[in-house]
């Protein structure tokens, strides 16, 4: 297609007035450059529905893309992650997407960040319009969830302050289902708010595991869960770990063979060990589709967004359905906080040993920082070096001396038998203090 009808539909639907628009949108022909120019996105995930968001976006308009992925590119991968050839096998995901489509939209500038999303600062977040997610994981849409929502406040009557939010568009698919949804922190429900809508990961008993293997994935979970350790006492298995995970599948395959069982391969047995949903190439091109969508509403106002959960199903015709959910008001992550009451004698090594109490938080191993000072870091051992003689001192005093505000804690805390990094926001009021005043405190794990 020609570069000046490439955006023909866009320029179209950002130039005209209509019935369901945005309140402020301000209908322009340079729309969409102003857009390209000032927008920065976030795509988290440069798998099967990565790819074809980072397309979209690319062809929606947006120019500032940053996308952020840990894998490496598998054979298995390129059924439906078109992003990928053969010759980038072992390659970073981010760093080829990023390439691929470069390539092919003049204009726009995509910065891979080959790595976990917890090797990166919370700010790092801060500095995106929006956040798109395509990813496979519950744990990691709860951290970016957790992280979105640490950046959202609350005046004095619990009404989120409107610079504070950072809205995000989550995606995901199942085979020929799927969903996108947008949430906008203190307004539609976040991640959290909703987390019931995935079912339970399926669990083994570990009788069925030992004695009487009837599938395939009874076999890799046997070499994961038991074989593994008893080869290996003391080590951990590491699931990124390609050495790790190829033993876990070797292993499998011979107790498959030993009792007559087919179907073991490598893609099932990363499957099975991380959990990993199976994908469809239509699935991902039609969800991707809705989520860019919205993405482009968020940030033009070109119609009212998607309020606030839509469901695909494919498997017999098509079926699409919008619901719409209610935020829960208590929640941890995106509410104004739990409230807690401390005494101004509590030091800082006080107030982390009660974030492992607390009946709502149980959390281990936080750091703290406040208004970007670190006030006590875990890691690195330098850090920790550094802020360790914090911890004797009093709380009130770090936090200067203001009698209640609200507080974020993160760190690690157990969900579902997991231990998984997580935010946490906390209503602090010290007590016998008269005023308010407010001030900013986060902690980071």
Request: aromatic share 6%; net charge negative; hydrophobic share 40%.
């Amino acid at each position: 297609m020609a570069e000046e009808g490439r955006w023909r539909d866009v320029d179209k639907l950002l130039a005209r007035s209509g019935n369901i628009i945005s309140p402020g949108f301000d209908p322009s022909p340079q729309l969409r450059e102003e857009i390209g120019e000032l927008a920065r996105v976030l795509v988290v995930g440069a798998g099967g529905l990565g790819c074809e968001l980072l397309k979209d976006l690319a062809l929606s308009g947006f120019r500032n893309i940053d996308i952020i992925d840990m894998d490496t590119i598998e054979i298995s991968n390129l059924n439906r992650q078109f992003l990928f050839r053969l010759k980038d096998v072992g390659k970073s995901k981010a760093e080829v997407a990023a390439k691929r489509v470069m390539e092919r939209v003049n204009g726009v500038n995509i910065i891979p960040h080959f790595c976990r999303i917890e090797d990166k600062e919370i700010e790092f977040y801060n500095d995106f319009n929006i956040i798109v997610l395509g990813l496979d994981s519950i744990e990691a849409r709860s951290y970016i969830n957790s992280v979105a929502c640490s950046f959202l406040e609350y005046d004095s009557e619990d009404n989120p302050l409107a610079e504070t939010v950072k809205p995000m568009v989550d995606g995901g698919t199942e085979g020929f289902k799927g969903h996108a949804r947008v949430i906008l922190p203190g307004t539609t429900p976040c991640f959290e708010c909703n987390i019931w809508l995935f079912p339970p990961q399926v669990k083994f008993p570990l009788c069925t595991l030992a004695e009487t293997p009837r599938t395939a994935a009874h076999c890799i979970e046997y070499a994961h869960l038991i074989k593994w350790d008893e080869v290996h006492s003391g080590k951990a298995f590491d699931p990124d770990d390609p050495e790790n995970m190829q033993w876990v599948y070797l292993e499998a395959a011979k107790r498959a063979e030993l009792f007559g069982i087919t179907g073991v391969t490598y893609s099932l047995t990363q499957g099975v060990v991380k959990n990993i949903i199976p994908a469809i190439a239509s699935t991902n091109a039609i969800i991707s589709a809705a989520c860019s969508l919205e993405a482009l509403k968020l940030v033009s106002g070109c119609s009212k967004t998607l309020s606030n959960y839509l469901t695909y199903n494919g498997v017999e015709g098509t079926h699409i359905k919008v619901t719409e959910f209610v935020r829960e008001k208590d929640c941890l992550v995106c509410g104004p906080g739990t409230l807690i009451e401390l005494d101004t004698s509590v030091t800082l090594l006080q107030f982390i040993e009660l974030l492992g109490e607390h009946p709502k938080l149980l959390m281990s191993k936080p750091s703290v920082t406040h208004r970007g000072n670190s006030l006590y870091m875990q890691a690195p051992p330098i850090l920790e070096e550094m802020t360790r003689s914090n911890l004797q001192l009093l709380l009130f005093d770090l936090l200067g001396k203001v009698p209640r505000d609200t507080v974020h804690v993160s760190g690690v805390a157990e969900k579902g038998g997991k231990n998984i990094s997580c935010l946490r926001k906390l209503r602090v009021v010290f007590k016998g203090v008269d005023g308010v005043s407010s001030m900013d405190t986060t902690a980071s794990a």
